[in-house]
């Protein structure tokens, strides 16, 4: 496994481990939540359904979602601190880590014992998706502004058209591993809140298989190699110029 380097202020906003799953013919996700639940509760005490309105209404107990049992688009699980959020939809499970964030050694640690224990009730082995995102925010400050000072990415638009650059962009790609198995997301855009002399973006990297299955017990080497090319996109993406503003903390 690569060691991610330290920063004093790292951009980070949220990481996002997500897998899709088809449930078993017959087995409804309402049969099996709080068997599932009883095996995380003593790490994510609190829980909370989404509707499929948008509302998210905290419980105590599942015996209070009767009225609202139709209108469920995911199930979500806190730990005390709120900073880790499990969240369980009819073919997804959501492992969320918000800030602070601890380590990628403790965060993989925690998804990988989420999802055995996810297994063993659901009683399945094979994910069809999985997907690693996170997401940074960057905010610089500067009197005079390049794009490429801070980030190894060119940016190439009509010569007429580069006055409109600082006013937002968003800008994607994907790429695909040499084996063809995985696929990197890298993706820059403009947050709110830029103006002549402060400049806000949102780095996000991700990365997930492009096609076969992956089984629970093949996910944790998956995992390490999602980590080191993510650790990878990451260190070669930002100029030294923009990682001496972590290092500051400036």
Request: charged share 30%; proline share 5%; hydrophobic share 25%.
């Given at each position: 496994m690569s060691i991610?380097?330290?920063y004093i202020t790292p951009p980070f906003l949220e990481a996002i481990c997500r897998f899709r799953f088809a449930t078993h013919e017959g087995v409804s996700l309402f049969q099996v939540i709080d068997d599932f639940y009883q095996t995380i509760k003593s790490d994510f005490p609190k829980k909370s359904i989404l509707t499929s309105r948008g509302l998210n209404v905290d419980i105590e107990n599942f015996d209070e979602i009767g009225p609202l049992r139709e209108d469920i688009e995911l199930f979500k699980f806190y730990n005390e601190t709120g900073n880790l959020i499990v969240q369980i939809g009819e073919t997804v499970l959501t492992v969320?880590?918000?800030?602070?964030?601890?380590s990628w050694e403790n965060y993989s640690t925690t998804v990988l014992s989420i999802l055995k224990r996810f297994g063993s009730v659901f009683k399945f082995n094979l994910f069809a998706k999985v997907a690693i995102r996170y997401l940074n925010k960057i905010d610089i400050s500067s009197d005079e502004f390049d794009l490429?000072?801070?980030?190894?990415?060119?940016?190439?638009v009509p010569h007429e058209m580069e006055s409109t650059l600082m006013g937002?962009?968003?800008i994607r790609s994907n790429l695909w591993t040499e084996d063809r198995q995985n696929v990197y997301t890298l993706a820059l855009k403009t947050a709110p809140g830029n103006n002549d002399k402060s400049y806000s973006f949102i780095f996000e990297l991700g990365y997930f298989n492009a096609d076969d299955g992956i089984k629970i017990d093949e996910i944790d080497n998956w995992f390490d190699n999602a980590h080191e090319c993510l650790n990878k996109a990451f260190e070669s993406t930002l100029t030294p110029k923009c990682k001496l503003i972590f290092d500051e903390g400036k």
């Open positions: 991610s380097k330290k969320n880590h918000l800030r602070p964030y601890s490429e000072d801070y980030f190894n990415l060119k940016l190439q937002g962009f968003d």
